[in-house]
T-cell receptor, first 114, second 107 residues
Framework: DVKVTQSSRYLVKRTGEKVFLECVQDMDHENMFWYRQDPGLGLRLIYFSYDVKMKEKGDIPEGYSVSREKKERFSLILESASTNQTSMYLC?????????????FGPGTRLTVT | GQSLEQPSEVTAVEGAIVQINCTYQTSGFYGLSWYQQHDGGAPTFLSYNALDGLEETGRFSSFLSRSDSYGYLLLQELQMKDSASYFCAANTDKLIFGTGTRLQVFP
C-alpha cells in the first residue's frame, strides 16, 4: 500500500512564526503536491513538484514556499504565518501526471495560526 | 479560468440511488476522477473516466461525456457509511478539484 505521511496532525503556531510542514511518501512517486482545504472551497493547489529540486506554483502560492531535496520528501514552508493561513493542509503523491493517475493523500495537518 | 461545478449537498435514504453531477471547464483535459472524503479523513480515489461512457465499480458508477463537459457519480444501494464528501477532479497535468458535494444518508 502507498503510504503518505505528514509530520503532524494538529499544529498551533503564532502569527509571524516560520512553519514547516513535512510530507513523506514511500512509493517512489515522481510527483508530489500540497493542497489546502477550506470549507466550501474544496482542495486548492498550493505547489507541486515533478522531480527532486523542481517546483511549480499552483493556484494559491502566495505566502508559501516548498522544498524537495529528496524524492520521497516534500516540505511546505510558511515564511511568516498569518491567521488567514489557518486551514487543513493535505499532501499527495502520484506516480505520473499524465492521463490516468490517482493521487494518494496523507492524513492532513490542521494548522491553527493565532 | 479552469473550474468544476458540483452541488454542495445531497441527501438520500439508505438503499436509495443518488447521482452527483459535475460540469467542468478546463484545458489539457485527460479525464475525470472522483474522490471520497469522510469527515476528518483524507480524500481517497474512487474512479476515473478517460473515455465517454459509464464505468462501474461495485455499487459506484461514474459517467463522462466529453462533448458536454459533464460527468456524474452514481451511488446505488446507499449505506450509512457512504455519508461523506465527494469531489470530482479534472485530470490535467495536475488535478483540479471541484468544491465537493456533501452526501448525507439517512436511515
Amino acid at each position: 500500500d502507498v503510504k503518505v505521511t505528514q509530520s503532524s496532525r494538529y499544529l498551533v503556531k503564532r502569527t509571524g512564526e516560520k512553519v514547516f510542514l513535512e510530507c513523506v511518501q514511500d512509493m517512489d512517486h515522481e510527483n508530489m503536491f500540497w493542497y489546502r482545504q477550506d470549507p466550501g472551497l474544496g482542495l486548492r493547489l498550493i505547489y507541486f513538484s515533478y522531480d527532486v529540486k523542481m517546483k511549480e506554483k499552483g493556484d494559491i502560492p502566495e505566502g508559501y514556499s516548498v522544498s524537495r531535496e529528496k524524492k520521497e520528501r516534500f516540505s511546505l514552508i510558511l515564511e511568516s504565518a498569518s491567521t488567514n493561513q489557518t486551514s487543513m493542509y493535505l499532501c499527495a503523491s502520484s506516480p505520473t501526471n499524465r492521463g490516468d493517475y490517482e493521487q494518494y493523500f496523507g492524513p492532513g495537518t490542521r494548522l491553527t495560526v493565532t | 479560468g479552469q473550474s468544476l461545478e458540483q452541488p454542495s449537498e445531497v441527501t438520500a435514504v439508505e438503499g436509495a440511488i443518488v447521482q452527483i453531477n459535475c460540469t467542468y471547464q478546463t484545458s489539457g483535459f485527460y479525464g475525470l476522477s472522483w474522490y471520497q472524503q469522510h469527515d476528518g479523513g483524507a480524500p481517497t480515489f474512487l474512479s476515473y473516466n478517460a473515455l465517454d461512457g459509464l464505468e462501474e465499480t461495485g455499487r459506484f458508477s461514474s459517467f463522462l461525456s466529453r462533448s458536454d463537459s459533464y460527468g456524474y457519480l452514481l451511488l446505488q444501494e446507499l449505506q450509512m457509511k457512504d455519508s461523506a464528501s465527494y469531489f470530482c477532479a479534472a485530470n490535467t497535468d495536475k488535478l483540479i478539484f471541484g468544491t465537493g458535494t456533501r452526501l448525507q444518508v439517512f436511515p
